[in-house]
Structure formats: C-alpha cells, structure tokens
C-alpha cells in the first residue's frame, strides 16, 4: 500500500487501503485513524506505527467505532478459507514482524533516551554559561 515507495502510508495510501479491503472511511475518520497510533506525530505511518495497530488491537485498546479496529479486523486470517499452510505463512509472518518491532521499540527508546542525555547536557551547558557570565558582571 506504500505506493510512494517512502516507508511510510500516508493519509491517501491509507485511504485507498481502507477502501481496498471494503471499509472506506471519512478524510476525518483516516485522521483519527493515523493520530491514534502516530508516535513521531508526522501524520502518516510508518512500519512500527502500522504493526502497532495490531498490537492495540490484540491488547483490546482500540474502540469499537475506531477505523483501526476495522483494518485490524480485516487483516485477520481465516484458516477455513486460507487452509493451514495459509495460516501457518501468516503467522511466521507476523512473529517475524514482532521480533522487529521490538528492535524498532529498542531503537526508538535509544533515541528519546539520548534526546534526554542530550536535553540535560544543554541545561548543564547554559547554568556553566550563567555561572561564567556572572563572574564577568560583577
């Protein structure tokens, strides 16, 4: 569905996917779809934000009326239609993209910890400056 080809779908890629699985949605519904799971709020998603929806979905956190309870509920294998090596593929295929999610989870926290150590360097820096600066005025 990322047929711009950036690692992201967008608010129109999201779009035609909802309505490639038959359950169109509303310009402002496919904006509250990607803000309840946008991490980075750059307003589309990416891969991590994506398996996140069936993520919340599995831990029963999305609502009832939420677009992405829909796109998780479609996404769903029925092994009656699929057959047991259908679903053995798709399950293969969502354990794999588990254990990178969890790689992603690792890189993402690694950033926001290293924001904070950077975050706190800078406010180390400025009361260095102010307590320099002070000397200098008196």
């Not at 038959?22 to 402002?28: I, K, M, S």
Request: proline share 1%; charged share 40%; glycine share 6%.
């Amino acid at each position: 569905y990322d047929s711009g080809r950036d690692g992201y779908i967008d608010l129109m890629e999201l779009k035609l996917m909802m309505e490639k699985l038959g359950a169109p949605q509303t310009h402002l519904g496919l904006k509250n779809m990607i803000k309840e799971v946008d991490e980075d709020f750059d307003g589309k998603l990416s891969f991590r934000e994506f398996l996140l929806i069936f993520h919340k979905a599995a831990a029963g956190e999305l609502e009832e009326d939420s677009g992405l309870l829909t796109l998780a509920k479609l996404s769903e294998i029925d092994v009656s239609l699929e057959g047991v090596k259908g679903a053995k593929n798709f399950f293969e295929a969502k354990v794999q993209a588990l254990s990178s999610a969890s790689k992603f989870e690792a890189e993402i926290k690694a950033e926001q910890d290293e924001r904070k150590r950077e975050e706190e360097e800078r406010k180390h820096r400025r009361a260095a400056f102010r307590e320099l600066k002070s000397a200098f005025t008196q």
